[in-house]
């Protein structure tokens, strides 16, 4: 049987009961209720997406399908809108109940759980909520994140702070190759779970026992794993994720985790009403308290129709399981690599599953114009940055794979192969 959400969620989370309503507002999955998830049910849960009729998608790792409740959930937060100032305490107890499912997913507290507008504005609150000692602070990032966890970094060069840049090793990472550049000058080390290059799923547990033992903080990035296979939080210090490509949910909302032990000592540089313990202090002009918990890293109203979003694509993929998703997407992961390798391809993402999550990624110089060949074909990954990356979710099958493999037999003339 799959994981029931409470298996996902916090001993006693409320993100457990919140997902056994989950059912009703998806009529298509009605009829699997109760059997594992595997490959003969994805042809009912393609019917919660109405983007796929049509084609096959295959680049969740730019952006996700919104499910067909999307509007209800929509709906939902228009009727407590429409009420003025008295829907309120509902818009409130909904950003709360978000939060509490994310931490049950996540296997936190929710009060470690805050809200960005994106995964970029989540890691500026870390870099900018630190007291950096230029001279002697260090900070290792690699060469395989995305810009949004390198230029925040770079940006402390110019305050005196070195930044090692860990390079791949024929577009792989080691724990050893780290611990050449970490060393008791190293204040952070930042990484993502999934790299969105190629897919290379990093052991982050390890590496943060490797941080810690030199006091280091430890931030991780989980945008391409958040939603597709379980995130291991063990020794993670501080998380970020957008939510619009494997959670399912829309733009303009982001989630950070910080653990209470780093809280406690950071000091944002941006602090606004939300951020603050009492608004109405009877001191409020001369000082100000933070928030105990990580909504001190949040400055004002938050993207309510986002979260209405996102609280329902949660219910969906919590009454799934995650742990389901990932390991029955396994063989379908697997089958496309030896289909890629098959058609003497350039495959740059591990051939070891455990190293790989729903990213499979192949060099060509031409990768945007094969894109879009297979976009004319009706197939729609990703191309370009000399390569082809392409994306497998709870939506996609072998069949999906099969008529890609298919296509990409087709297309000559700009196929690189060795």
Known sequence: MAPTPASLAVAGSPASSSVREASARFPAREAIQ???FAEGSVSVYKRDFPGLEGRVYLNTGAEGILLQSFRQAVGRYFQVKSQGAEGRPQLYEAEKECKRKIAGLLGVCAEGIAFVSNASEGINRLCNSIAWKPGKDEVVINDLEFPSNVLPWLKLSKLGVKVHIVRNRKWDLSLDDFKQHINHNTRLVSISHVSYMNGLRFDTTELGKLVHSVGGVFCVDATQSMGRIPVPM???DYFVSSTYKWLLGP????VVYCNQGLLDGLEPSEVGWW????IFSPDRFDTYLLKPNAAKL???????VAIYALSDALDYLLDIGITAIGSQLQPVCDHLVEELERLGLDLITPRQPEKRAGIISFLDEDGEGIAEKLVR???HVWGGDGRVRISVHLYNDHHDIERLIGALSEIDGGMKKR
């Open 34 to 36: 109760g059997m594992k």
């Open 234 to 236: 063990e020794g993670i």
């Open 251 to 254: 733009h303009g909302c982001g």
């Open 275 to 278: 951020s603050v313990a009492d």
């Open 298 to 304: 949040e400055l004002g109203m938050p993207n309510f």
């Open 377 to 379: 074909r009706g197939i």
